[in-house]
């Protein structure tokens, strides 16, 4: 059974850093983990599975690794977007 918890995600440089809240992340506070997406082989539109029950409303993308299949979702379609704007904003 899948354990399904939300987290910020912050991409800096080729890593995809994950923390409890925005407000962690503002406030300088260590990561919870993170991602490289320089060892991604791929992305793609996932097929949700499963709760919580808001993702229904939402998008799932999954990110392949060699070892894993790490499962994004988002609560609404923007949430990506914002994502991508904040990053390019950050720049």
Known sequence: MT????YWFVL???L???YKSQAECLNLSACR???NMGLVSSVR???HRGPPAAA???FTIEVET???VVVLV???RFSILELALDQMWAR
């Open 16 to 18: 995809l850093l994950y």
């Open 56 to 58: 229904a409303q939402g």
């Open 12 to 14: 800096k440089d080729q």
């Open 74 to 76: 988002s609560l609404g």
């Open 45 to 47: 539109p996932g097929a």
């Open 3 to 6: 354990t399904w918890k939300r």
């Open 66 to 68: 060699r070892t894993q």
């Open 33 to 35: 983990g993170s991602l």
